[in-house]
């Protein structure tokens, strides 16, 4: 179905017919695609539709554009752009629709997104990279309005970072920078702060990024008087027009309706973008949208009879068949046997899309109705039994769900039986869930050879000279080995530059390396993050860098739908290895010592969390994730670049495991749990307990996202019996993520004499100054007396009541 791209001056009227009905026979497939669809949807098949009706034409003009290397970054209309590069088929369509759990079928997502959302395959079956430079590229959507729009601006960095840093290797990524990301959205969107500050980012960086705004003149019911000045976006953003003294872009505004002219633009604005390496926007205006904003709603709700029947006669589709008339290039009954030709198509396209869909889950069925009907025999309760296999083998269409759901209703009725049947029965459930979970549960982290888990930990080794130095110089000089080792390494963010952040841990780094390695950011932690999402994704390994813990909440959205989701939602087909560095805990301050770590937990499952007590751990965390192919957090303590360390001997090479924790000192007693600097406080306290009768054995987290893999906690509470959970996190925060870790993952609760305990922050903000501190987090008093106290209510005679 993939559209031609001849864009040769001289072609013959054989060649340029054959081209424009190809392209015409690609925008009626799409619509109906679209069409079909909202049937599909209505009628129960397909659970939710949302469609690329309305922007067929234009997305044609784009494809003849996109080349190979290229990266798309768009949004849940660009079917029809898909299906013009060859990378969406009208099974592979429907069976998006179905939610076909199959990646050979449903190539985009395996079922485990709506319809609509696009992506293609960066990586072969093994997690490894393929030659990006040789096929088409669609970075995979998210459905949050702006959202791919952060990501757009790394995949277009990354073209300047090949072009212009000769010590990369570009070899499957670039070819000499060439490559230009187009990006997509509504014009509704546009109103979102995502696609300001990337716009922004993206004129101040200058990246050959392409940007059409599709619009249809509403967001969802919502008209555009309601959403943009001046009902048009791109007459306000009329000032990022570059002119030859100033950096900034080039617009174009097009009709959407209007074939010759689509050309013409898409053409020019790709050879702007991947000649001068300049951002681009296309304001694609006048475009229809005929079946509303998805299936769950009409627009003839909200749009008057006027505006219904202007988009009648401007749709893009009709627009094109005119103008092919109009021209002689086709005559109606020609056109009328192509139509009739791909409603056939589409038809059977859809057919054979289900019929991949449900066959497996007949088949299914069949398994558990045979299981089942063994059961009646077997059983005295074969007649309840039998409803449930009646009820089954009513269901038309079953789901996966009806069938399990079914077999697992039947083995309460033979709860005290045993027999081989029950036995078979309760095998057939427990292989159905090993065979069919994965479908719906694999790849939230990579499941390859280079996940960050396989990578063994390395310990820092020292020389009888090895000086005690600030624990940012050794931040500075791993950081320095790994620009040297690591060619594709790169680090940017507020600071990072010029000064070498605001700490200091990579002073001088930007001399030795230049400003496109090591570079300063503006106030604007969502870009940030998208440069290092899409830079990651074309094989660059980016650390972007957040001044402070506090200031993630800018970029928390970006890091949960997008970055978190990566590998689970294109099912291990891409992969965006970025490390968000940043540092947080205790200092000063409402704003600048929040530890908002249980709602990070919470939100960014599927990137590493880690939280290293000094800044050698932090180093050798940097070192592992470089060796590995998965995203992270790393917050390092924002109290502890000056406490001296010892300098390794062995930078760049010592790895601290993820998913590991320390015991750090060893004790009898009761088991303290805590991580980053409250740690320290912690170790003193344990100190102070010892002088009373107290042995508490205290254990670093290091890692919260994964957590305590080899259970050694539990291991520490199966000896002392006790344990305390000590965090600076609000009550209810990452303590009581920890707390079920223990409990319910590692089940400590069975070697507890006391209930376990959570020493957290209080509930407000921290106030300013050192006192707000000790007042707002837990003391090292705290601690002391939480510790006593606990084991003062199982051994009052020899620990009497502190208070």
Not at 606 to 634: C, Q, W
Request: glycine share 8%.
């Amino acid at each position: 179905m993939k559209t031609n791209s001849n864009t040769k001056s001289e072609i013959t009227f054989q060649d340029f017919k054959k081209e424009v009905l190809q392209d015409y026979k690609v925008a009626v497939t799409s619509r109906e695609c679209s069409l079909l669809g909202r049937r599909e949807v209505l009628t129960g098949k397909a659970k939710f539709g949302i469609f690329g009706d309305g922007k067929e034409v234009p997305q044609i003009a784009w494809a003849k554009a996109f080349k190979n290397g290229d990266f798309r970054s768009g949004y849940y209309r660009d079917q029809t752009f898909m299906m013009a590069i060859g990378e969406l088929t009208i099974e592979q369509f429907f069976a998006g629709l179905y939610a076909n759990t199959e990646l050979s079928e449903e190539p985009m997502s395996a079922g485990r997104q709506m319809g609509g959302h696009f992506a293609t395959h960066s990586l072969d079956e093994n997690g490894d990279w393929k030659d990006l430079t040789a096929q088409k590229n669609s970075s995979a959507d998210i459905s949050p309005t702006a959202g791919q729009m952060p990501r757009l601006l790394g995949l277009a960095q990354a073209s300047k970072i090949y072009r212009n840093v000769t010590s990369t290797n570009s070899k499957k990524f670039s070819k000499e920078g060439n490559e230009v990301a187009w990006g997509t959205i509504g014009n509704a969107s546009t109103s979102e702060g995502l696609f300001f500050e990337t716009i922004n980012a993206a004129g101040v960086l200058q990246v050959p990024m392409v940007i059409s705004i599709w619009d249809d003149e509403y967001g969802i019911s919502v008209h555009a008087r309601h959403q943009t000045t001046k009902e048009n976006i791109s007459e306000i953003l009329k000032g990022f027009q570059r002119d030859k003294d100033t950096n900034g872009y080039e617009i174009f505004r097009v009709n959407g309706w209007n074939y010759p002219e689509l050309i013409d633009v898409y053409q020019r604005a790709g050879k702007i973008a991947r000649k001068e390496h300049v951002p681009v926007m296309i304001h694609v205006q006048e475009l229809t949208q005929p079946q509303g904003h998805s299936t769950s709603g009409s627009h003839e709700r909200y749009k008057d009879k006027n505006r219904l029947a202007w988009e009648i006669e401007y749709d893009c589709n009709a627009q094109m068949r005119q103008w092919i008339i109009d021209n002689n290039i086709a005559a109606e009954d020609e056109l009328k046997i192509l139509e009739k030709d791909i409603k056939k198509a589409v038809r059977d396209g859809k057919k054979a899309a289900w019929s991949t869909f449900i066959n497996p889950i007949l088949s299914e069925r069949t398994e558990a109705v045979a299981i089942l009907e063994a059961l009646v025999a077997s059983s005295p309760n074969g007649i309840f039994i039998g409803k449930l296999i009646t009820d089954l083998k009513a269901l038309e269409e079953p789901l996966r769900r009806d069938i399990i759901s079914m077999c697992r209703k039947a083995l309460r009725y033979v709860l005290g039986e045993t027999t081989q049947e029950k036995a078979n029965l309760q095998n057939w459930i427990n292989n159905y869930f090993s065979k069919i979970q994965p479908k719906y549960s694999s790849h939230l982290f990579s499941e390859g050879p280079q996940s960050a888990l396989n990578q063994d930990e390395v310990k820092p080794t020292y020389n009888e000279d090895s000086p005690m130095v600030d624990g940012r110089v050794v931040l500075r000089d791993n950081f320095e080995t790994i620009f040297n080792n690591h060619p594709n390494a790169l680090v940017f963010g507020e600071d990072s530059g010029h000064i070498g952040d605001v700490n200091q841990g990579l002073e001088g780094l930007q001399e030795k390396f230049g400003e496109l390695r090591i570079s300063d950011a503006g106030i604007r932690e969502a870009t940030i993050l998208g440069q290092g999402i899409g830079m990651a994704m074309r094989g660059l390994r980016p650390i972007a860098e957040i001044q402070y813990l506090d200031y993630l909440l800018y970029a928390l959205q970006i890091m949960s739908d997008d970055l978190a989701t990566v590998q689970y939602r294109t099912r291990g087909r891409q992969k965006s290895p970025v490390i968000v560095r940043t540092r947080g805990h205790r200092l000063e301050g409402i704003w600048h010592s929040g530890s908002q770590m249980g709602g990070i937990l919470n939100l960014i499952r599927g990137i590493h969390v880690l939280v290293p007590r000094d800044m050698t751990k932090a180093a050798g965390f940097y070192n592992t994730l470089l060796e590995s192919d998965e995203p992270a957090l790393i917050v390092e303590c924002l109290n502890g670049y000056r406490l001296k360390e010892q300098l390794p001997s062995n930078l760049g090479e010592f790895k601290t495991p993820i998913g590991v924790v320390e015991t750090i000192r060893e004790g009898e007693d009761i088991t303290l749990v805590s991580y980053g600097s409250t740690l320290r406080l912690v170790m003193e306290a344990a100190k102070e307990l010892q002088a009373v009768g107290i042995d508490a054995e205290v254990i670093d987290a290091q890692s919260l996202l994964p957590f305590d893999l080899n259970h050694d906690i539990a291991s520490s509470i199966s000896k002392t019996n006790r344990l305390m959970v000590i965090d600076e996190d609000v009550k209810g925060g990452a303590s009581a993520y920890i707390l079920d870790q223990i409990l319910n993952v590692q089940n400590a609760y069975q070697y507890l004499d006391s209930q376990p305990r959570t020493l957290t922050a209080k509930a407000h903000r921290p106030a300013y100054g050192t006192d707000g501190d000790y007042f707002s987090k837990p003391s090292l008093e705290d601690i002391f007396e939480e510790v006593y106290n606990l084991i003062s209510e199982s051994n009052p005679e020899d620990f009497p009541i502190l208070r």
